[in-house]
Every structure is written in C-alpha cells, then in structure tokens.
C-alpha cells in the first residue's frame, strides 16, 4: 500500500497494512519544523493543500515578519483569516464585529469577507495531483473564523451573545447560520472540484467534560446546516471522505456525525475523550484519527513516553479505523523535533 491507500483504507473502517500517520486535520508546514535534511515525504501519509491568500492575507504577512519567530500571535493563517473577518481577538472593545448589533438589519448589513472568491482551480487541482504523484493522501480546509457555523458564529457575535441569540433570539441564530452555511456549501464544493480524497471541517463545540451547547441544540441550529455542506462536497465528488474536528468532549453527538456522513472524528484528545469507549460503542466507524498525546506532551514530555503512549493506543485501539496523529496542535515553537521524531517513528515500529 502506498499512504494514500494506507490512509482511505482506514477512513473506512478496514485495516491498512501499517497504521497511517498525521500530524494535523490541516495543513501544516512540516519541512519548516525539522532541521535541514531530516524531514522525508514518506514520513506522513496526508497533506493538505494550500488555498491561495487573498491581498489583505499577503499584506498582513508583510507586517508581521519583523516579529520573532516565538511571539504568541498565532499561526500565520489564523491572523490573516482574522484580519480578513475585522476579528480582534488582542482587542476587548474591537474584538467580535457583529457583538454590537441591535436589530437583525445589522447582521443584514455585515460585510462578509469574499470567502467565495474565485479560486484558481486549475491551480489547486495541481497541487493535488502533485502530492498524489508523491503517494500521498490529499486533504483540504474550508477557509472560516475558527470553525465551520457555531465557533464562526459567536466569534462574529461574542459568545455569551451568540448563546443568548439561540435561546431568545433564534431568528438571529437562523439568519447568521443561514450565511454562514451557505460559504461553507460553495466553498466544500470548490475544494471538492480540485479532487481532494479528505475534506475537513471543524467546528469546536466541545469543552472539558461537556459540550458547549447541549446536544439538542447543536442538533436543532447545526446538525442540518452541517449535512449539507457534506452533501454540497459529496454532489461534486461522492467517493469524497469527510473529518469533524472539535476540541474537547463532544461523544453525545457522534452517532449523529456519523448519520450526516462523517467517516472520521478529530482530535480524540485523550484527556477529554475516551477512545477506548467510544470503540466499543460504534465499532470502527467512524474512524479515530488523533488520540495521541495530552496538553503538554509534545512539549514536555520524553521522546519515550511518546513511543510508549503510540504503543498503548494501538494496543487498545487495533490496527483498523485509526488514524494516529497529535492530538494537540505541534505547529508551535516549543515542540522539540525529537519528539515528533519519536511519534512518526514509534507509529512506523508498532503500527
């Protein structure tokens, strides 16, 4: 099997001839994380594509070379996806542009940023087929403030608002979800147009030991809006594989996931979810991808008790439906490459 096949085998639930290997749900610049010379292609089994910037994305890159490489500012993504939504997170009394609205005419008059511009699809496609010549399995990210629908959502609104707006003012909730959803269909679609196998969305509505918004809730404002993005992706390319990724505890809405089309969840973070669980309950679909590491592992933790916990998850968890990866994000500048090293090497001994 090559990785593309390693990795489409267990997004459906069957057992590839190594367990695959990941190191995010997005794209993640893995030959800026190793020392010259020691990154290899073969060392991952997906890569995601790049969506091109937009003009305000490149300006803000220019503004921010000038700042060390170990500044909190966030990745480099996320700041210019901020600056395109008018989001100031660094900023109390800028940071939610819509926390302001008195009526449902100022979210009318919100200016969207032009998520759906015109993509060159002749050139995304060329990056797929590209990273396919490699071997790999290819994925790809809708562009969004932090998550498809609910996280967009209340950065858009501020949370406590946008909570409120569920319960008192659904017609609020309705009508931003309603824009929300609808980039997120035309954009599914564009991604699903350039041949893509993965397509992740994320959304975290998911907490320590809990879910953000109740389980009903989420079902009443998201579940429906969330399907057909699927659907809008699936129109285009059927055979297309479909990730959720939420922080935190987010079980009680699994079989749901699974019920809209998701064939893989994301993170599985170890000290919220419990893996092993949730394999007894829905068997190898959907598919793990993630479970490996708590908050400070990849920081602080031995290269040993890296290899230790990759050992322990294939153990309990099998070979089928799995997908290892961090499950935290490792694209930070106090992740040591040694423990990468220690994770994608203990995946390819055990696995």
């Known amino acids: 099997m090559n990785s593309r096949d390693r990795l489409l085998t267990a ?48 300006e803000l890159d220019r503004r921010i070379e000038s700042f060390p490489t170990d500044t909190r500012l966030g990745t ?9 939504w008018n989001y100031h997170p660094e900023a109390s009394q800028l940071r939610n542009p819509l926390a302001a609205a008195s009526s449902l005419d100022d979210l009318r008059d919100f200016a969207f940023p032009e998520s759906t511009r015109p993509y060159d699809l002749d050139g995304l496609a060329s990056q ?36 409120i707006d569920l319960v008192k003012r659904p017609d609020w909730a309705n ?8 980039l997120g269909r035309r954009n599914a679609r564009t991604l699903a147009l350039t041949g893509i196998d993965v397509l992740a969305l994320d959304d975290d509505v998911g907490m320590p030991g809990t879910m953000m918004i109740s389980p009903g809730t989420w079902r009443e404002f998201f579940k429906g809006r969330l399907a057909e993005i699927i659907e809008s992706a699936r129109t285009v390319k059927s055979d297309l594989r479909i990730l959720f990724h939420s922080d935190g505890y987010f079980e009680p809405i699994i079989g749901d996931l699974l019920e809209i ?18 394999r007894r309950n829905f068997g190898l679909r959907p598919a793990l991808w993630g479970t490996v590491g708590h908050h400070t592992t990849f920081s602080f933790s031995e290269p040993d008790e890296i290899r230790r916990e990759v050992k322990e998850r294939i153990e309990t968890l099998g070979r089928g439906g799995l997908v290892l990866c961090p499950a935290y994000d490792i694209d930070e500048p106090d992740i040591p490459w040694e423990n990468i090293v220690a994770f994608l090497d203990a995946v390819e001994a055990y696995g």
């Open 261 to 278: 089309g998701v064939d893989a969840i994301n993170p599985v973070q170890p000290d919220h979810m419990d893996a092993v669980r949730i």
């Open 175 to 182: 009508f931003l979800l309603d824009r929300l959803a609808e």
């Open 11 to 58: 997004l459906d639930g069957g057992e590839p001839d190594r367990v695959p290997r990941a190191l995010a749900f997005y794209r993640v610049e893995v030959e800026k994380l190793a020392p010259p010379g020691e990154w290899r292609d073969e060392m991952v089994d997906v890569r995601f594509i790049r969506l091109p910037p937009s003009p305000e994305e490149e």
């Open 128 to 163: 797929v087929r590209e990273l396919r010549s490699r071997g790999v399995a290819v994925g790809g990210n809708l562009p969004h403030l932090g998550g498809e629908l609910f996280e967009t959502a209340w950065r858009l609104r501020g949370l406590n608002n946008f909570l």
């Open 76 to 84: 480099p993504v996320q700041i210019a996806t901020y600056a395109r």
